[in-house]
Nanobody
Framework: QVQLVESGGGSVQAGGSLRLSCATS????????MGWFRQAPGKEREGVAA????????YYADSVKGRFTISQDNAKNTVYLQMNSLEPEDTAMYYC????????????????????WGQGTQVTVSS
């Protein structure tokens, strides 16, 4: 059974940093793409960052460019999201997602691309 398990969330003050991890298991092949999404209360889920696992190309939402970095450790089947200079607006539940179909026609940070999801980890940034 495929599982994506996020960790690393927590509460920080504005300007602080957190590193989220997403460990995958139960899938013996290589994911096509992996991404991070977030959803704040009362708002729609939005794509934050994605990484094309084959070549390592990365993609970011404008709101996090220059502050967040997505990376992967293939040996550990883990994807990370380093979040620096956090702002109260970054407060949300963060979800990891994986695509094993190689879907085309969607942005890399579109939820439509992904067919596996984790349960989420909460990030709270106080001012």
């Amino acid at each position: 059974q495929v599982q994506l398990v996020e960790s690393g969330g927590g509460s920080v003050q504005a300007g602080g940093s957190l590193r989220l991890s997403c460990a995958t298991s139960g899938y013996t092949y290589s994911w096509k793409c992996m991404g991070w999404f977030r959803q704040a209360p009362g708002k729609e889920r939005e794509g934050v960052a994605a990484i094309y696992t084959g070549g390592g190309s990365t993609y970011y939402a404008d709101s996090v460019k220059g502050r967040f970095t997505i990376s992967q450790d293939n040996a550990k089947n883990t994807v990370y999201l380093q979040m620096n200079s956090l702002e109260p607006e970054d407060t949300a539940m963060y979800y990891c997602a994986a695509d094993n179909r190689g879907v085309t026609g969607y942005s890399h940070i579109s939820s439509a691309r992904y067919n596996y999801w984790g349960q989420g980890t909460q990030v709270t940034v106080s001012s």
